[in-house]
């Protein structure tokens, strides 16, 4: 069993009547009830409880999700350290969409992860051109979405160690889409559709490439803490 943890900011879905419409319960709650099957344990936290996301709780997470936009700002440190500190023992995360600015994200990659957007309706088509890799798996040449937010290059993330998805918008512009990275004993998913005026965590692609990362990234091999341990000898015999 993969124990996944969903954090959602939560703060549009209940603010903008649009997007109440597109996820009732939240894009975490539709997250959850699309993802969690025989293989795949879920547990959701929002804003209003993000305190209850504890060490313990990260723990045992094997895979923790990430959506935010508004709030970043009122993420704890302690908790956004936390959840560092959990990838870097052996944890799997994927960073949504707007996530690309959260306290965590931005942590793990050390860069500004700034990028340039626009919000008028383009389609997007999110090219596989790492067929071969884990997370793109059932996925053909492309997913077509017709509504997304566009993001463009440059993105201010440091260089991927894989890429799997390229995005191409209606207005011209380009983006890396999927990305790949380790950090310490843990891997790490950047997948950009998401928009929350878009129904993108309705569709069946988008959620088959969240399902196959959070199968590529769950823990392979895990430290319960991060130390440098005094080896008295160099070999024992
Ligand atoms: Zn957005």
């Known amino acids: 069993m993969i124990n996944v943890t969903i954090f959602n900011e939560f703060v549009h879905e209940k603010t903008d ?23 795949i344990k879920i547990s959701t936290f929002t804003l209003d409880n993000i305190t ?26 302690e908790i956004a350290k936390n959840v560092c500190e959990s990838v870097h023992k052996g944890m799997g995360a994927i960073f949504l969409h707007s996530a690309h600015f959260s306290k965590p994200f931005m942590s793990l990659m050390g860069t ?9 309706g383009d389609y997007e088509l999110i090219w596989n051109i790492n067929p071969a890799h884990p997370i793109s798996q059932g996925i053909d040449r492309f997913i077509k979405l017709d509504c997304e937010e566009t993001y463009g290059e440059p993105f201010g993330i440091p260089e991927p160690d894989q890429l799997v998805f390229i ?39 988008i959620l088959r490439v969240i399902k ?21 000898k160099p070999m024992e015999e």
């Not at 209850?52 to 700002?73: A, C, P, R, S």
């Not at 891997?187 to 928009?195: A, C, I, L, S």
């Open 112 to 120: 500004p992860c700034n990028l340039t957007w626009r919000e008028d």
């Open 52 to 77: 209850d996301l504890t060490k313990e709780v990260l723990d045992k997470t094997d895979v923790i999700i990430w959506w935010g936009h508004l709030k970043h700002h009122e993420v704890p440190n």
């Open 167 to 205: 995005g191409n918008f209606e207005g011209g512009e380009v983006f890396r889409s999927g990305c790949c990275y380790q950090r310490g004993n843990g891997r790490v998913f950047y997948f950009q559709p998401g928009h929350e005026t878009c129904p993108t965590y309705h569709n069946e692609q």
């Open 17 to 39: 009547e649009n997007v109440r419409k597109i996820y009732p319960e939240g894009i975490h709650m539709a997250l959850k009830n699309y993802l969690q099957d025989e293989k």
């Open 212 to 232: 196959n990362a959070i199968h590529w990234a769950k823990p392979v091999y895990r430290i319960k803490e991060i130390i440098c341990p005094e080896v008295k």
